[in-house]
Structure formats: structure tokens, C-alpha cells
């Protein structure tokens, strides 16, 4: 019920040995310029129980990375009001690209990644969030998703949603 992108879609395999790059589970640095937090843009199941959510990357300013730094593991770290954030993982299975949709970033409890609220906007995407989609279409995307060679094949299920 979760798929999640390794690392924002700028990230490159040799910034990881690079001066000012840092790529963790869930915080990017490149350049010390670029700033990156994960989190989970959740949609709701209309006929299940559960909610499926994709793991992707959004980019911070520098002043609300330090901050959402600063609180990482600091208790009651959810009072903390939405950092604005630019979507950084490219989800395929979406048309027109998800890269750069307008982002929500909402500090949830210690342990617990954010939650990225999409801007209510007409791209699939955001309608997904807001209106919820069917178990039908989470096994579309699972087929997708998982079947070697597709476009998102790079994407991989996230057993620690």
C-alpha cells in the first residue's frame, strides 16, 4: 500500500561522495544549496481500510530545513505550522509530471515521517489525494510499479511508511 522514490529526482549517484551532499532516509542535501525532506503524500482507499501513500522527496528552503532539522527529534515537533515545499519525486503513472506541484509539508510526531499535502489542484495527483481512489486502481499502480522495465520500476515498495 506504500511505494517511495530512493532520493529526489536530482539527486545523481555521484553526489555521494561529494563535499556539501548528504543522502539519508529521509534528508537530502546537494551542494549545500538544494534541500530535501521525505515524506508521504497519503490517498485515501475508497473501498478498503487502508490509505495507500507514495514515499516522495519535496524541497525546503534553507531556513525551514534548518528548522524542521533543528526539531527532528524534539517531542511535540507536530505544533510545528506547514513548511511550503516543491514536489521532487517524478511519479510516471501521473500526466502532466508531478515534479514541481506545490507542496504542504506537515512535521508529524517523532518516528513518523511528514505528511505532504498537494496544493488543491486539478493535476491527478492532487484529485487522488482529495477524492481518495479504488483498491482497483492501487493494484493498477502496484502492477505498474513493480513490473520490471516500466517507468516506474525505479520506485520501490516502503515496508517503514
Not at 543522502?23 to 495507500?52: M, R, T, W
Request: aromatic share 10%; hydrophobic share 35%; net charge negative.
Amino acid at each position: 500500500m506504500s511505494f517511495t522514490a530512493p532520493a529526489p529526482y536530482v539527486w545523481q549517484p555521484g553526489f555521494a561522495d561529494a563535499p556539501g551532499c548528504l543522502l539519508s532516509a529521509d534528508q537530502c542535501v546537494i551542494n549545500d544549496e538544494h534541500y530535501f525532506v521525505k515524506g508521504l503524500i497519503e490517498i485515501p482507499v475508497l473501498d478498503g481500510d487502508e490509505v495507500f501513500s507514495w514515499g516522495v522527496w519535496v524541497s525546503l528552503s534553507r531556513s525551514n530545513f534548518a528548522r524542521a532539522a533543528e526539531l527532528w527529534d524534539t517531542p511535540g515537533r507536530e505544533s510545528e505550522p506547514p513548511y511550503f515545499g516543491w514536489l521532487c519525486t517524478d511519479l510516471p503513472f501521473y500526466s502532466p509530471t508531478t515534479i514541481h506541484l506545490k507542496t504542504h509539508v506537515h512535521t508529524m510526531p517523532v518516528g513518523r515521517r511528514p505528511t505532504i499535502e498537494l496544493e488543491p489542484t486539478s493535476h491527478p495527483l492532487a484529485v487522488d489525494q482529495r477524492t481518495g481512489i479504488t483498491t482497483q486502481r492501487v493494484r493498477e499502480i502496484a502492477e505498474a510499479t513493480l513490473h520490471p522495465g516500466s517507468a516506474l520500476s525505479r520506485l520501490r515498495p516502503d515496508p517503514g511508511a
